[in-house]
């Protein structure tokens, strides 16, 4: 999925553009695996973090779709709510930078801290509790960033640079505008894959604990 935003955005301004987020998200990824494995003690045994006393309620949870999905949606679209308002201020690009490197360094506290508890049943728990949907929203969270990231920088930097005339800038804002829209809508089905399929994925995986 993420090897697909590449090959559309290949060979335009963009593609450096979405490489640096990339890489952004690596960073923090690894930061976060690094800080788990070094403070594993304070960060892991001595908060109960996926010990199995928090796991096993969720074993036998039956999630009530019409809660859930509103909450997932208001999390997720909320977030990327944040990111195109700020786009449209000095901070957009600093805002979409810091967002991929708080989703990695979450997904790095998660999947290390799971494989140090479990072992290789960690993986199981990783998959279980990370798919599909994060196969849909970690895709469209990078493109986003992407459209907020140039966003900025057409309404402030090259806006001062003369780089943009008035009506050029009208077509790209338009051009963005319609962008992050479908972003919107990607992130949206995501939030109904993770509310109606990963639910009963991620009860059947918890049976192993």
Not at 142 to 147: D, K, R
Not at 151 to 161: I, N
Not at 202 to 207: A, D, S
């Amino acid at each position: 999925m993420i090897g697909s935003v590449f090959h559309y955005f290949h060979g335009t301004e963009d593609a450096e553009q979405m490489a640096k987020l990339f890489y952004t998200l690596f960073f923090g990824f690894f930061a976060g695996v690094l800080g788990m494995v070094i403070k594993q003690e304070s960060l892991l045994y001595n908060t109960g973090f996926l010990d199995s006393y928090t796991l096993s309620p969720i074993k036998y949870l039956e999630p009530d779709i019409g809660k859930l999905l509103p909450t997932i949606l208001m999390q997720r679209l909320g977030a990327a709510m944040l990111l195109i308002v700020l786009s449209t201020t000095y901070l957009g690009g600093v805002a979409a930078y810091l967002y991929q490197i708080w989703s990695g360094l979450a997904i790095g506290i998660f999947t290390s801290g799971s494989m140090i508890r479990y072992g290789t049943k960690g993986l199981a728990l990783i998959a279980g509790s990370l798919l599909p949907q994060q196969l849909i929203l970690l895709p469209a969270y990078l493109v986003l960033s992407v459209e907020c990231c140039e966003l900025c920088k057409a309404m402030y930097f090259r806006r001062m640079s003369g780089e943009f005339p008035g009506r050029d800038r009208g077509r790209v804002f338009l051009k963005k505008g319609l962008r992050m829209l479908f972003c919107m809508m990607i992130i949206a089905a995501g939030c109904f894959v993770e509310a109606y399929m990963n639910p009963p994925i991620l009860k059947i995986i918890l049976k192993l604990f």
